[in-house]
């Protein structure tokens, strides 16, 4: 077997030696990921001839025009603004703030996963190392019944290519099945806290909150295991946390069936191989002298019967061999993939987090013993990534200043705003632009709920006066809409969100029976100076006119004008106005009607 492996090696080096170094370098590529991705695209704009930079070349796009959110636009072309929004993305990933640092610590400290990490090179080294072997194992297990398929290497290649495959089902299902037994421990963490839970709602095992790293402070009143449930997200019998097994019950049929099916295997080709001996026993070598061979010298019967149960014997014996070593290869292998497999499982559990947004955390913090070191590493990543985007944005400018085929003055206004074209520029532009739109969206939600609070005065206004009318309490109608009717005046008719409710009060006001009341305000009011003047005059014994007066103050009708009170100080000048009166005499009204109900 060894000697088969030693040709399938020699005859297939071109193949295996590229896929070991694929599966190599793909350690570092999952350990370094973000970095990888960043690499990537840089990659992917500066390649010459086939990166976008060149695709930009060719199509630059047009300038930026004003809007509601960028009213004095600097000037960056389309082509100009995509390059800048890639790096943009990387950019702000490395401008977090020494309080992001504490709130993911704070974040993995209440989930209780401020001491674990992920797995780092080495381990994942280990475990490609692992399934590698895993692999060669499957592919020497399988062999022997491959080979009866076809030629010796192209089976024993075969075998291998299957034994890599189910190595790499057999490491995705150990990792899930890893993290699936942590998560099972996080559910037996929060319910420990079963007996210790408080009463109410604040003790319920359900999460209150969602929480993420930036709002992780909005629980810090909750219990401890409710916090836990806050930063997890956790299957749910009833209204208690509960524990799964569905990946490890399919991680458990993975590696049965797995053991049954190389059991299976292996059994057949010994069974093959057992045929063919017995087919084909060995013959006994004897030498001339021992057995005379020739077909005239008889053999005696007990000479016949020892010669037969040799050969019986030595047939059997290899058979017995056969067995042997097969069953102590097959149990070998089985110890090696169960130990792979529980190594890898174990890996898994002891090494990841379970808290939505814990990784990140883990990212943030891990490297750093303070809070300096933390937001000094970030400013120096954020002033490379600003370099590389510097570079990249002046390689695409200069290309598109030699490829234009423009006119002097297009030319000229190419060249006047290409210094303020800048990555920085874009960074200050695009804050701008978040601002204005936070800045509109406060405004929106202010104009919604200003315009559900009148909608609700609307509606009481309308139940109020319907039940006015339908009781027939004129009094109250005559009230309702002198209160609410020069407040919905004050709606311009070109509002876009209140006019309506302007235009549906304005029908509401045939119901108002005030206007009748006008004319004989003025016929009360205008007869009153004449009386007082003739009165001065008829008593011209008196000494003094102070008793002038007193006929004049009786006489003044204070309800004349209806309701005053519900008006506001403010509201005078304008009630004066529709009512066609002095203001003065409507604050004197109003005082007046504010004493009467004082005293009633």
Not at 34 to 42: D, I, P, R
Not at 245 to 264: E, N, R
Not at 450 to 477: T, W
Request: hydrophobic share 45%.
């Amino acid at each position: 077997m060894l000697e088969i492996f030693r040709s399938f090696f020699t005859a297939y080096w071109y193949v295996i030696i590229p896929v070991v170094f694929t599966v190599l370098l793909s350690i570092p590529v999952i350990v370094y990921w973000s970095s990888f991705k960043y690499w990537l695209m840089k990659v992917r704009i500066r390649l010459p001839g086939l990166g976008r930079i060149s695709h930009w070349v060719k199509h630059p796009g047009e300038k930026e025009k004003p809007s509601d959110t960028n009213t004095k636009p600097i000037g960056f072309l389309s082509s100009e603004l995509e390059l800048c929004s890639f790096y943009d993305k990387y950019y702000r990933e490395h401008q977090p703030s020494e309080a992001n640092f504490r709130r993911s610590q704070d974040y993995l400290g209440k989930i209780q996963e401020d001491g674990r990490r992920e797995k780092g090179l080495g381990l994942w080294t280990l475990i490609i190392v692992l399934m590698l072997i895993e692999a060669t194992a499957f592919g020497f297990a399988l062999a022997p019944f491959a080979l009866t398929l076809a030629t010796p290497n192209t089976a024993l290649a075969g075998a291998f290519a299957i034994g890599l495959v189910i190595s790499i089902i057999g490491l995705f299902l150990s990792e899930f099945a890893g993290r699936a037994l942590y998560k099972n421990r996080v559910v037996d963490n929060i319910m420990s806290y079963e007996n210790l839970r408080r009463t109410g709602a604040g003790g319920d095992m359900i999460s209150t909150h969602i929480i993420t790293i930036d709002n992780t402070n909005d629980d810090d009143s909750c219990a401890p295991y409710q916090q836990m449930l806050n930063r997890v997200k956790v299957d749910k019998d009833g209204d208690m946390p509960a524990k799964r097994f569905t990946m490890l019950i399919g991680y458990g049929v993975f590696i049965i069936g797995l053991a049954v099916a190389a059991f299976w295997v292996r059994t057949e080709t010994l069974n093959a191989q057992e045929s063919d001996l017995i087919a084909n026993p060995p013959a006994v070598m004897q030498s001339a002298d021992d057995f005379p061979a020739a077909d005239n010298v008889p053999i005696p019967d007990d000479m016949k019967a020892l010669s037969d149960s040799a050969t019986h014997k030595s047939a059997q014996d290899q058979i017995d061999s056969l067995h042997r070593a097969s069953l102590v290869t097959f149990a070998v292998l089985s110890g090696l993939f169960i130990f792979i497999q529980a190594s890898s499982t174990y890996l898994a559990f002891i090494f990841g987090f379970a808290g939505t947004h814990s990784r990140k955390a883990w990212e943030r913090t891990h490297k750093f013993s303070s809070a300096d070191d933390f937001m000094r590493y970030h400013a120096n990543k954020a002033r490379g990534v600003a370099n590389d985007a510097q570079a990249s944005l002046g390689t695409l400018q200069g290309l598109q200043m030699k490829v234009f085929r423009v006119g002097g003055k297009e030319l000229e206004a190419l060249r006047s705003d290409l210094l303020n074209r800048t990555f920085e520029s874009y960074i200050a532009q695009e804050d701008e632009k978040n601002a204005a739109k936070a800045r509109k969206n406060v405004t929106d939600n202010l104009g919604k709920e200003s315009r559900k609070v009148i909608e609700n005065y609307f509606k009481k206004v309308v139940a109020d006066l319907s039940a006015a009318i339908e009781a027939g309490d004129n009094a109250r109608i005559n009230d309702l809409i002198s209160v609410a009717g020069p407040r919905f005046e004050q709606i311009a008719d070109n509002d876009p969100t209140l006019a309506d409710f302007k235009k549906q009060f304005a029908g509401l006001s045939i119901f108002n029976a005030q206007p009748n009341a006008a004319p004989t305000t003025a016929a009360v009011v205008a007869p009153v100076e004449p009386p007082v003047a003739e009165v001065a005059q008829a008593v011209e014994a008196a000494p003094t006119p102070t008793p002038t007066a007193a006929p004049a103050q009786t006489t003044f009708d204070h309800n004349a004008f209806g309701d005053l009170t519900g008006y506001e100080e403010d509201d005078i000048d304008y009630v004066a106005t529709k009512k066609g009166v002095d203001a003065a005499v409507i604050r004197r009204a109003r005082k007046l009607q504010l004493l009467d109900k004082s005293e009633a």
